[in-house]
């Protein structure tokens, strides 16, 4: 009974973290599968490139949610147990990025494999901080929203935002303030997040990468005729 507890607290991490909030929100919005727009992911970014602004703004309330609950549980039948709240929040950041309920099938010499669809996982990876704890959501968000305006990137908001858990909470942990697990979440969530978004990382180094933000606004108005940029159709790598 004492191992099926967290074993069975760990799925319910990872199934409430699989659950699709952008493909939901832009299907009922527009009726579009969102795996076919933009890069295909299903976190706030592409659901608000795919559905508008509202769709993105709630896909990524949403995906906050789901895994500040799943740790909030978690937290409440076993308390304490900092070693199990980590667990329970990688696994909602995994289900996130590789959603059981968003599955297509590509068929190889070795026969149809399944290919899970999901997100890069900042919004369940800021969702879990804040269940660990709970200020460091006016810490991390308002870093994620200063670099998404001014730096203009996505994915490099989403890489800083986890590079912010690691530091909050490293320096948390050597202040006897919370637990040295919650860094672990942060350097796994991290890596998790590097290797989602390799094919931004590839287009960041060669100067592709679409620009969102401030950024966006400012080349629009130097160029209104331009439309987007020329990077935008590498967003369907």
């Known amino acids: 009974m004492d191992f099926l507890l967290p074993v069975g607290l760990t799925v319910m991490g990872y199934l409430m973290g699989s659950i699709p909030n952008g493909m939901l929100m832009v299907r009922l919005t527009t009726g579009k599968d969102i795996r076919q727009i933009g890069s295909g992911r299903t976190g706030g970014t592409n659901a608000m490139r795919a559905g508008g602004s509202l769709a993105g703004l709630a896909t990524g ?39 059981i309920f968003s599955i297509d099938w590509k068929d190889t010499r ?22 660990f704890w709970f200020p460091s959501l006016f810490i991390i968000l308002p870093v994620g929203l200063l670099v998404f305006l001014f730096v203009g990137y996505a994915s490099v908001t989403t890489l800083v935002s986890g590079l912010t858990v690691i530091i909050l909470f490293s320096i948390r942990a050597a202040l006897g303030y919370s637990s040295k697990w919650y860094v672990v979440f942060g350097v796994v969530s991290l890596g998790l997040m590097i290797w989602s978004l390799r094919p ?3 287009r960041l180094i060669h100067g592709t990468e679409r620009v969102v933000g401030l950024r966006a606004l400012w080349q629009k108005r130097r160029n209104p005729a331009g439309g987007e940029s020329a990077s935008t159709p590498d967003e369907h790598r």
């Open 200 to 202: 931004n990382i590839d």
């Open 110 to 131: 070795f026969g149809r494999i399944p290919v899970f669809h999901g997100g890069a996982g900042a919004a369940p990876t800021l969702g879990a901080a804040v269940a």
């Open 61 to 99: 309330i949403l995906d906050v949610l789901k895994s500040l609950l799943a740790v909030g549980i978690c937290r409440w039948i076993m308390p304490g147990c900092f070693w199990l709240d980590t667990l329970v929040g990688l696994a909602a950041v995994i289900g996130h990025n590789y959603s």
